[in-house]
């Protein structure tokens, strides 16, 4: 499975920013998709995600600014970031937990995309 991510840039405070994490390979089941970020000289950290039942969960940090949703079609995770922050400047990283048809599930992650946030 690969995971490609598109998106990122450089946006004034305030603005917004959509990320796209798109999945291909042999796919059998997604049981989550989402966003970890790592700023400089820090720890990565969970953004968002995104199961396969659809429940979501967000870090505190972006709560009602962050809208993660997922298009099972497409097998594309999108990120849609409203109200950026300065602190929000990080690498993106788009993450998914994938199911094969014995159970097992496999953790890939896709390459960063970079958020500056600066005016």
């Known amino acids: 499975v690969q995971l490609q991510a598109s998106g990122g840039g450089l946006v004034q405070p305030g603005g917004s920013l959509r990320l796209s994490c798109a999945a291909s390979g042999r796919i059998f089941s997604i049981n989550a998709m989402g966003w970890y970020r790592q700023a400089p000289e820090k720890q990565r950290e969970l953004v968002a995600v995104?199961?396969?039942?659809?429940?979501?969960n967000y870090a505190d940090s972006v709560k009602g600014r962050f809208t993660v949703s997922r298009d099972n079609a497409k097998n594309t995770v999108y990120l849609q970031m409203n109200s950026l922050k300065p602190e929000d400047t990080a690498v993106y990283y788009c993450n998914g937990v994938f199911g094969n048809a014995l159970g097992y599930a496999y953790n890939y992650w896709g390459q960063g995309t970079q958020v500056t946030v600066s005016s």
């Open positions: 995104i199961t396969g039942g659809g429940n979501t």
